[in-house]
């Protein structure tokens, strides 16, 4: 799974989602793209689940890019501890997704394989998602 090789410190701070996506909001790489459509976290395991439902549909055929990484480390205390004693410890590596992030983009398949192979990733997300195709091929 996805996870940052070196941090500067452990834990940090919940923090929010911005409403609206700063950056990463067009086809940088592929000629389709799954799309964001709402705002939440997504974990390093929802990450890599779609990225294997989706290159499983492909036969491993075409590329794929993964447009996001997750680098925010999300603690957590364990169940039934009674409250304070400090801050539990890192649980998983999430990343904060704004409405028009392009999370996955495909390319060197058809128009039919690459929708499919999108669809089924985006059914691993915990958000709305929806499937973009590049300017130039919307009308094939």
């Given at each position: 799974m996805l996870a940052p090789s070196k941090q500067k410190y452990r834990k940090m701070q919940k923090g929010r989602v911005a409403s609206v996506?700063?950056?990463?909001t067009t086809l940088?790489?592929?000629?389709?793209g799954l799309k964001a459509l709402q705002m939440d976290r997504i974990t390093s395991r929802q990450i890599e689940a779609a990225r294997i439902a989706a290159t499983r549909y492909m036969?491993?055929?075409?590329?794929?890019w993964i447009r996001v990484f997750p680098s925010i480390?999300?603690?957590?205390?364990?169940?039934?501890v009674r409250m304070g004693k400090g801050k539990g410890s890192p649980e998983c590596f999430v990343f904060r997704v704004s409405p028009g992030r392009i999370?996955?983009?495909?390319?060197?398949?058809s128009k039919e394989e690459a929708m499919e192979a999108l669809r089924l990733a985006g059914a691993k997300m915990p958000?709305?998602?929806k499937v973009t195709i590049?300017?130039?091929l919307a009308n094939l």
């Open positions: 996506s700063k950056g990463g940088a790489f592929g000629s389709f036969k491993r055929k075409g590329k794929m480390p999300v603690s957590k205390k364990p169940t039934e999370l996955f983009e495909v390319d060197g398949v958000i709305k998602t590049r300017q130039g």
